[in-house]
């Protein structure tokens, strides 16, 4: 036991001197529930910054998943619901793609990321 008691306290003191690299923390609020998830803050400055425009400015209010492909991808963003009229949500322009930018990620499952025109790699909006 005290030899486990010395690793806690050796692995506790490493984590305290790690560098923290904690993103922008996000709750999707859902009829099923809410989803947390972290952004990459550091590593997709542009990307990040984009999304939080988005939901700052208040264009993914009753936003809906408007496509859905099992085991693949559920896709949002593109647009509200309001009083029984479907809207396309008002985009910024599109930013460039940061796919090379800092740590790179790939999109296994639980993975958020922005929606591209086929063929345009910098066409990513809302």
Do not use: W
């Amino acid at each position: 036991m005290r030899g486990f008691r010395t690793f806690c306290v050796l692995a506790v003191l490493a984590f305290m001197f790690l560098p923290a690299r904690a993103g922008t923390l996000v709750q999707f609020r859902t009829t099923f529930g809410n989803i947390e998830v972290e952004l990459y803050d550091q590593d997709k400055p542009a990307t990040v910054q984009n999304f939080l425009n988005y939901v700052k400015s208040g264009r993914y209010e009753n936003e809906f998943a408007h496509r859905l492909v099992p085991n693949f991808v559920l896709q949002g963003g593109g647009f509200t619901l309001t009083t029984n009229t479907i809207n396309h949500i008002p985009v910024y322009p599109p930013i460039t793609n940061e796919f090379g930018a800092g740590r790179q990620f790939s999109n296994v499952y639980g993975t958020i990321a922005m929606a591209k025109l086929g063929g345009d790699t910098n066409s990513a909006t809302s």
